[in-house]
């Protein structure tokens, strides 16, 4: 039966008269449809199986990619206009999956969509949340947090007859198997997100995100990142990483056992790969599976330190995970002997006490345990494994200089342009063919074209065209509205004092008061913010609502609103970032150097067209080297520089606001105007960090922002250059290919096939 007939066949069963049909009812029958043709798919084959464990995999809607993948877009597209809607209608009837939250989850996703992409036999192994983060509410003019339910009757979640009991303290509870399928690009293959749940799901709080973080058996899956600010939200962190852990173990060992294979030779024909801290628990709980099956300890440890793989994502102290070794003991507390002989281990490798697993408190520090016990070590850009190896981690780089690689993170292009930007899309596949979709790095043969003039005035059309749909968009969504003709700078990411918001509203409130003052720019701005903040995360929340009250602020000025707006668009998640990344002009990319590891929303803006406004940190640093500093706009201290600062506990915030401009932009915070507005105490949190705190080094980099910002707006004045520097970006944005990454990992690290 083709995909058509499947698609009439749901309906028909439910009694629907296509033409009659809802959008929902659309959206139902076309992912019926796939989940069928996706199941009925072979699934990949190698000498080596990967099982990727994270938790997080923020996949966003899959109604559109996986018609992309499964070459099913033109056909899905001439199915519905005979019945009187189109794709983007349906589309949006779907519920995104709530699995994740930031770039860790969303890199995740890419990989998983490349590893299925490339033919290579590898499974996700993650978590089945079931109300996500939360829903964020701004309505209030600051961040409220709701449940953030996605699972319907016809989601793509695909119930297994697997379930596997996970050995807790109180006793065992039982992992149910849910799918989702991965199909690669065109290659006819699928591969598997596994994600394991409790058989009895609580449902989701009447108001607010408030659960019993006690009810283990019910409420272990509801919610991503449990408030951790109490002990039993830590606790219940602990039971869900163990639970994930030890149920994925069991599946690996499972299909070890349906494929034939001897568990004492699991490396031969397995790879693990530890996605951040939060699966670390994989390498003790393989442990302890496999002597259970009968091979011996000293064995089974040299098996999964050959197996094993971990990828650092943070050189945050905060995001290093750290637990008690009391909280393991009444969480699994048969993991306590295993953790305790690996900590023996080690020490026999070295005796310098700070690369110890246990430390003199007896605290379990996680990334110690994986680098100890992992065959291969990574960074996700080429500034943060340097850090890693030169500093953050450079005593078990001496002791593992073989460990240690690179993995610079990357993007799925199927995703983030083929289906968030189509026009985009067609007019690179006219320029230089279709080769690019597959080999990313053939993006760079519109390097032969950057003098076309009939190009470069495509590309504008179309970010034109962008812009206004994004306009329409916010307006539907959110009563909105925006001119086109402005110039849109998009922040978006997951709101975190590192990430400098702060900063970005030090700028606005430069911008509103230089307005005020008579100097009248020559084209609008429009200020693009997104973000949630962790419900425990105070200062950060308290950030979100200096923003809304600027924003609120200068829309009832006006002298100052047909120039200068805010918008700050609630509960950000994949689908918001398919709206403004084709829209962006600007690219926001300013955390302090030296902190942001990678991330990947620089490099989806640059395959759209926006040129980057960042620090020298993360993957900012390979894109200006690729694009040329004359095609990006840099600013701020190095990550040398920043480093030192720590070290030296150089960075005094009053030595760069007393008697300087800057201080009247600290002081509109809590003026008048803003307190007629906001809640005071907010306001003043932010105030007062930022003159006697500010530890992300808001106040280092203000002026060289501001001025670099400034230089920015102007040269967009000058289209021809400006278009031209965007195609530039474009050109060379394949390096950042996720499909790149994940064959680099194959080669150094799984050896799959």
Same mark, same amino acid.
Request: proline share 4%.
């Given at each position: 039966?083709?995909?058509e007939?499947?698609?009439?066949?749901?309906?028909?069963?439910?009694?629907?008269?296509?033409?009659?049909?809802t959008?929902?009812?659309?959206?139902?029958?076309?992912?019926?449809?796939?989940?069928?043709?996706?199941?009925?798919?072979?699934?990949?084959?190698?000498?080596?199986?990967?099982y990727?464990?994270?938790?997080e995999?923020?996949?966003?809607?899959?109604?559109?990619?996986?018609?992309?993948?499964?070459?099913?877009?033109?056909?899905?597209?001439?199915?519905?206009?005979?019945?009187?809607?189109?794709?983007?209608?349906?589309?949006d009837?779907e519920?995104?999956?709530?699995?994740?939250?930031?770039?860790?989850?969303?890199?995740?996703?890419?990989?998983?969509?490349?590893?299925?992409?490339?033919?290579?036999?590898?499974?996700?192994?993650?978590?089945?949340?079931?109300?996500?983060?939360?829903?964020?509410?701004?309505?209030?003019?600051?961040?409220?947090?709701?449940?953030?339910?996605?699972?319907?009757?016809?989601?793509?979640?695909?119930?297994?007859?697997?379930?596997?009991?996970?050995?807790f303290?109180?006793?065992?509870?039982?992992?149910?198997?849910?799918?989702?399928?991965?199909?690669?690009?065109?290659n006819?293959?699928?591969?598997?997100?596994?994600?394991?749940?409790?058989? *009895?799901p609580?449902?989701?709080?009447?108001?607010?995100?408030?659960?019993?973080?006690?009810?283990?058996?019910?409420?272990?899956?509801?919610?991503?990142?449990?408030?951790?600010?109490?002990?039993?939200?830590?606790?219940?962190?602990?039971?869900?990483?163990?639970?994930?852990?030890? %149920?994925?173990?069991?599946?690996?060992?499972?299909?070890?056992?349906?494929?034939?294979?001897?568990?004492d030779?699991l490396?031969?024909?397995?790879?693990?790969?530890?996605?951040?801290?939060?699966?670390?628990?994989?390498?003790?709980?393989?442990i302890?599976?496999?002597?259970?099956?009968?091979?011996?300890?000293?064995?089974?440890?040299?098996i999964?330190?050959?197996?094993?793989?971990?990828? *650092?994502?943070?050189?945050?102290?905060?995001?290093?995970?750290t637990?008690?070794?009391?909280?393991?003991?009444?969480?699994?507390?048969?993991?306590?002997?295993?953790?305790?002989?690996?900590?023996?281990?080690?020490?026999?490798?070295?005796? *310098?006490?700070?690369?110890?697993?246990?430390?003199k408190?007896n605290?379990?520090?996680?990334?110690h345990?994986?680098?100890?016990?992992?065959?291969?070590?990574?960074?996700?850009?080429?500034?943060?494994?340097?850090?890693?190896?030169?500093?953050?981690?450079?005593?078990?780089?001496?002791?593992?200089?073989?460990?240690?690689?690179?993995?610079?993170?990357?993007?799925?292009?199927?995703?983030?342009?083929?289906?968030?930007?189509?026009?985009?899309?067609?007019?690179?596949?006219?320029?230089?063919?279709?080769?690019?979709?597959?080999?990313?790095?053939?993006?760079?043969?519109?390097?032969?074209?950057?003098?076309?003039?009939?190009?470069?005035?495509?590309?504008?059309?179309?970010k034109?065209?962008?812009?206004?749909?994004?306009?329409?968009?916010?307006e539907?969504?959110?009563?909105?509205?925006?001119d086109?003709?402005?110039?849109?700078?998009?922040q978006?990411k997951?709101?975190?004092?590192?990430?400098?918001q702060?900063?970005?509203?030090?700028?606005?409130?430069?911008?509103?008061?230089?307005i +005020?003052?008579?100097?009248?720019?020559?084209?609008?701005?429009?200020?693009?913010?997104?973000?949630?903040?962790?419900?425990?995360?105070i200062?950060? +929340?308290?950030?979100?609502?200096v923003?809304?009250?600027l924003?609120?602020?200068?829309? *009832?000025?006006?002298?100052?609103?047909p120039?200068?707006?805010?918008?700050?668009i609630?509960?950000?998640?994949?689908?918001?970032a398919?709206h403004?990344?084709?829209?962006?002009?600007?690219?926001?990319?300013?955390?302090? %150097?030296?902190?942001?590891?990678?991330?990947?929303?620089?490099?989806?803006?640059?395959?759209?067209?926006?040129?980057?406004?960042?620090?020298?940190?993360?993957?900012?640093?390979?894109?200006?080297?690729?694009?040329g500093?004359?095609?990006?706009?840099?600013?701020?201290?190095?990550?040398?520089?920043?480093?030192?600062?720590y070290?030296?506990?150089?960075?005094?915030?009053?030595?760069?606001?007393?008697?300087?401009?800057?201080?009247?932009?600290?002081?509109?915070?809590?003026?008048?105007?803003?307190l007629?507005?906001?809640?005071?105490?907010?306001?003043?949190?932010?105030?007062?960090?930022l003159?006697?705190?500010?530890?992300?080094?808001?106040?280092?980099d203000?002026?060289?922002?501001?001025?670099?910002?400034?230089?920015?707006?102007?040269?967009?004045?000058?289209r021809?250059?400006?278009? +031209?520097?965007?195609?530039?970006n474009?050109?060379?944005?394949?390096?950042f290919?996720?499909?790149?990454?994940?064959?680099?990992?194959n080669?150094d690290?799984?050896?799959?096939?």
């Amino acid at each position: 039966m083709n995909f058509e007939d499947r698609v009439r066949e749901f309906l028909s069963q439910h009694n629907v008269a296509p033409e009659a049909a809802t959008g929902e009812q659309l959206m139902q029958a076309l992912t019926s449809a796939l989940r069928q043709m996706q199941f009925d798919a072979p699934k990949t084959q190698g000498k080596r199986k990967l099982y990727y464990f994270s938790a997080e995999f923020l996949v966003g809607r899959l109604l559109r990619a996986n018609l992309i993948n499964l070459g099913l877009v033109d056909r899905a597209e001439a199915l519905l206009q005979g019945w009187g809607t189109t794709l983007a209608e349906v589309e949006d009837c779907e519920p995104e999956p709530s699995l994740g939250n930031g770039g860790l989850g969303r890199l995740a996703a890419c990989f998983m969509d490349s590893i299925a992409s490339l033919g290579l036999p590898g499974d996700g192994v993650g978590l089945n949340y079931h109300y996500g983060l939360f829903r964020q509410d701004l309505s209030q003019g600051y961040q409220l947090e709701e449940p953030n339910p996605w699972i319907e009757r016809e989601s793509w979640l695909c119930s297994t007859p697997f379930t596997f009991d996970v050995p807790f303290a109180f006793g065992n509870l039982r992992a149910k198997l849910f799918d989702i399928e991965v199909p690669g690009y065109k290659n006819g293959v699928v591969n598997r997100l596994h994600l394991f749940d409790v058989e *009895n799901p609580a449902p989701a709080p009447e108001h607010g995100i408030s659960f019993n973080k006690n009810d283990i058996e019910h409420c272990l899956t509801s919610f991503l990142y449990p408030d951790d600010s109490d002990e039993a939200g830590r606790l219940l962190r602990v039971y869900q990483e163990y639970f994930m852990v030890c %149920a994925g173990a069991q599946l690996i060992l499972h299909e070890m056992d349906e494929a034939g294979h001897p568990l004492d030779q699991l490396d031969k024909f397995v790879a693990v790969h530890i996605n951040d801290t939060h699966p670390s628990m994989v390498i003790p709980e393989l442990i302890r599976q496999l002597v259970a099956r009968g091979v011996s300890v000293d064995r089974a440890v040299e098996i999964v330190e050959n197996t094993c793989a971990y990828t *650092n994502h943070t050189i945050l102290a905060e995001a290093l995970e750290t637990w008690p070794i009391d909280f393991i003991s009444r969480v699994a507390p048969q993991l306590v002997p295993i953790i305790q002989d690996l900590d023996r281990r080690a020490r026999l490798r070295t005796q *310098n006490e700070k690369l110890a697993i246990l430390d003199k408190n007896n605290v379990v520090h996680m990334a110690h345990m994986d680098v100890h016990f992992c065959c291969k070590v990574n960074g996700v850009a080429a500034l943060h494994t340097k850090i890693l190896e030169e500093s953050e981690m450079h005593g078990f780089y001496q002791l593992y200089p073989d460990k240690f690689n690179n993995k610079t993170n990357g993007i799925t292009f199927r995703r983030w342009l083929m289906g968030c930007n189509p026009d985009l899309a067609n007019l690179i596949t006219q320029t230089i063919g279709d080769s690019w979709i597959k080999d990313a790095s053939q993006l760079e043969r519109l390097l032969d074209h950057v003098n076309d003039e009939n190009l470069l005035n495509a590309l504008d059309a179309i970010k034109t065209s962008n812009k206004k749909r994004l306009a329409a968009w916010l307006e539907k969504k959110e009563g909105v509205q925006i001119d086109t003709n402005a110039v849109f700078d998009v922040q978006i990411k997951r709101l975190h004092q590192y990430k400098r918001q702060q900063m970005n509203a030090l700028y606005a409130i430069w911008k509103y008061l230089d307005i +005020k003052n008579g100097h009248i720019p020559s084209r609008p701005l429009v200020m693009f913010f997104a973000a949630k903040a962790a419900p425990a995360y105070i200062l950060a +929340k308290d950030i979100i609502h200096v923003l809304l009250c600027l924003s609120k602020l200068i829309a *009832n000025d006006p002298a100052v609103s047909p120039w200068l707006k805010i918008v700050v668009i609630e509960n950000y998640n994949v689908t918001v970032a398919e709206h403004l990344i084709p829209a962006a002009n600007i690219s926001e990319q300013i955390s302090l %150097a030296s902190k942001e590891a990678s991330g990947t929303g620089n490099m989806k803006m640059m395959a759209n067209g926006a040129l980057t406004l960042g620090t020298q940190d993360g993957a900012n640093v390979e894109i200006v080297n690729l694009v040329g500093k004359e095609n990006a706009y840099e600013f701020g201290r190095t990550s040398e520089e920043v480093i030192k600062l720590y070290a030296t506990n150089g960075y005094h915030p009053t030595d760069f606001w007393k008697g300087s401009d800057i201080e009247r932009l600290i002081d509109f915070i809590v003026s008048p105007e803003m307190l007629a507005i906001g809640q005071s105490e907010s306001l003043t949190r932010v105030y007062k960090d930022l003159l006697s705190h500010d530890w992300f080094m808001t106040l280092l980099d203000i002026e060289d922002y501001i001025k670099t910002k400034e230089q920015c707006l102007a040269d967009f004045e000058d289209r021809h250059a400006w278009i +031209k520097k965007t195609l530039i970006n474009i050109a060379h944005a394949g390096f950042f290919s996720s499909d790149r990454t994940i064959a680099e990992y194959n080669r150094d690290i799984w050896h799959l096939v």
